[in-house]
């Protein structure tokens, strides 16, 4: 436990722990949160108050150090006082910040860091989940992340509703409203109200998403007019099936199958092609069969439904490829 005299016989500076009193004018002393302190005063005419979130405004709110503080859970200090001597102390992990009308003591740095979440990392970052998987499919944004001293808000246009992940991955949904949370400046991590006056750890920022009723994602063409069909020497069909698809959105099982079932390939993979470049969009495969999944964006293109990484979008062509295909040997 650590103890901090205060000598009341010299002006304090940062090279000592000792407050000037003047005794025709005794001071009053403010305290509010952590680690206990003794006091010793000669003149015995030290006044005190205890602080907490109920009179902190009222008692320090016209001071720097208010923005602060006030972003904290606060409870009000123990205080003891025997004849001229008296002790502060707070109970549990809360740090004790003590004022008087010039100095304030133990005040920390906010310097919680974060990473922003946006398309290209979202998988990356929370895994191949079931909620990565329905973000995928809808149009997503970082969240902005405005700071105010230790403070900060997540929130999104007023098109997107917000989804904040704690650092275990579990996601909670704000829907249009923002997200209120502070630096905790003794574990430099961001702390986030859940919507329920609880808090949790995060050291990403939220996502924006968009789940406004698409106005263009039936309409995708029949994924066969985009597919290139195999020549007959290649030794495999392929097939096209409509399902229902995410948000009424057209949605396409598409594959190829060997001609021969007394064949064997080592791989069988269904490639996308778009603006960028070519891509492995393979969701099921056996040794005579692959199969992919696209869905119709909101633009009226095709998009990779089950992707194995970065999102493939804008898709203009797809076809298959089978690798080393022999024929069995007879058991």
């Known amino acids: 436990m650590k103890t901090i005299i205060f000598c009341f016989f010299f002006l304090l500076n940062s090279a000592d722990s000792c407050l000037k009193i003047n005794y025709a004018e005794p001071r009053n002393f403010l305290f509010a949160f952590l680690e206990p302190i003794n006091l010793i005063s000669a003149a015995c005419a030290c006044k005190s108050v205890a602080l907490d979130s109920s009179n902190l405004q009222n008692e320090i709110g016209n001071l720097p150090i208010y923005p602060h503080l006030s972003a904290y859970p606060l409870k009000a200090p123990t205080i003891s006082v025997d004849d001229c001597s008296g002790t502060v ?72 509703d917000l989804i904040v992940f704690n650092d275990q991955n579990k996601y909670f949904m704000y829907g249009k409203n923002p997200a209120e949370g502070y630096c905790d400046a003794s574990s430099q991590q961001w702390k986030v109200n859940d919507g329920s006056s609880n808090y949790f750890s995060t050291s990403r920022t939220g996502v924006c998403v968009d789940y406004s009723p698409p106005t263009n994602c039936k309409s995708c063409r029949n994924v066969l007019d985009i597919f290139q069909a195999p020549t007959d020497d290649q030794g495999y069909y392929y097939f096209a ?36 470049g070519t891509y492995n969009v393979t969701t099921i495969m056996s040794a005579i069969t692959t199969e992919s999944y696209l869905l119709c964006g909101d633009n009226g293109v095709y998009t990779e439904r089950y992707p194995r990484g970065l999102l493939v979008e804008n898709i203009s062509k797809v076809y298959c490829e089978f690798k080393n295909c022999v024929k069995k040997v007879p058991a």
Not at 263 to 268: G, I, K, M, P, W
Request: proline share 3%.
């Open 241 to 276: 099936i409509d399902q229902e698809g995410v948000k009424e959105c057209r949605l396409m099982i598409l594959g190829c199958v060997r001609n021969s079932t007394e064949e064997h390939c080592e791989s069988s993979t269904v490639y996308a092609v778009n603006n960028v």
């Open 89 to 160: 102390y707070c109970e549990g992990d809360y740090s004790l910040v003590v004022f008087d009308t010039d100095k304030v003591t133990n005040v920390e740095k906010c310097d919680c860091q974060f990473k922003t979440l946006y398309r290209l990392n979202l998988m990356r970052e929370v895994g191949e989940t079931d909620i990565y998987y329905n973000l995928s499919t809808y149009p997503i944004e970082g969240s902005r992340t405005p700071l105010y001293g230790c403070n900060g808000t997540f929130s999104c246009d007023p098109n997107y």
